[in-house]
T-cell receptor
């Protein structure tokens, strides 16, 4: 079974700090890696995504770092804010396989 | 913006009941999905559909079935509800190959089976 392993399960960061969430995968056919953000009472929403032809993608305070040789990718949230408090899911998919495989999620709490 | 609407926010059903969870999307997306979300287990795919009257099993299809009679509507059916099916159920839709433009999720239905 395809798997994406996500860590940590929960994370507490002070306001202004850097939040880092890591994911690892085994299937070398994966070629699309999105991150989803879920607020309480809402469904997950696409936050940012990367393909393996680049090692980093940045959108505002959110950055994905990708290490193809290690089969790992991570989400960095710079200058974390209380409004970033949410559950974050990494995911992966491969050409010819049309669904996303999600990690188990990380609950982020940014303390004021 | 694409909107995915799940018909019920909260449901309480009795063991053995047949339960229908309804999902409607309004942007002509080909792909629709049903996931369940449980603490510590993340999002697990139950069933998905690429087209009308087409369905594929996901990772945990046992005890569930689906129906897609119209492009915009995807129903999840619990044939005989059991307490281990108490969960948050999330419907999603996407356009095109692997949802590269992103999955759009509904707000979820929290089902309790007693």
């Amino acid at each position: 079974q395809q798997q994406v392993k996500q860590s940590p399960q929960s994370l507490i960061v002070q306001k202004g700090g850097i939040s880092i969430i890591n994911c690892a995968y085994e299937n070398t056919a994966f070629d699309y890696f999105p991150w989803y953000q879920q607020f309480p009472g809402k469904g997950p929403a696409l936050l940012i995504a990367i393909r393996p032809d680049v090692s980093e993608k940045k959108e505002g305070r959110f950055t994905i770092s990708f290490n193809k040789s290690a089969k790992q990718f991570s989400l960095h949230i710079m200058d974390s804010q209380p409004g970033d408090s949410a559950t974050y899911f990494c995911a992966a998919s491969s050409t010819g396989y049309s669904t996303l495989t999600f990690g188990k999620g990380t609950m982020l709490l940014v303390s004021p | 913006d694409v909107k995915v609407t799940q018909s019920s926010r909260y449901l309480v059903k009795r063991t053995g009941e047949k339960v229908f969870l309804e999902c409607v999307q309004d942007m002509d997306h080909e792909n629709m999905f049903w996931y369940r979300q449980d603490p510590g287990l993340g999002l697990r795919l139950i069933y998905f559909s690429y087209d009308v009257k087409m369905k594929e099993k996901g990772d945990i299809p046992e005890g569930y079935s689906v129906s897609r009679e119209k492009k915009e509507r995807f129903s999840l059916i619990l044939e005989s509800a059991s307490t281990n099916q108490t969960s948050m159920y999330l419907c999603a839709s996407s356009l095109g190959d692997r949802g590269l433009l992103g999955y759009t999720f509904g707000s979820g239905t929290r089902l309790t089976v007693v």
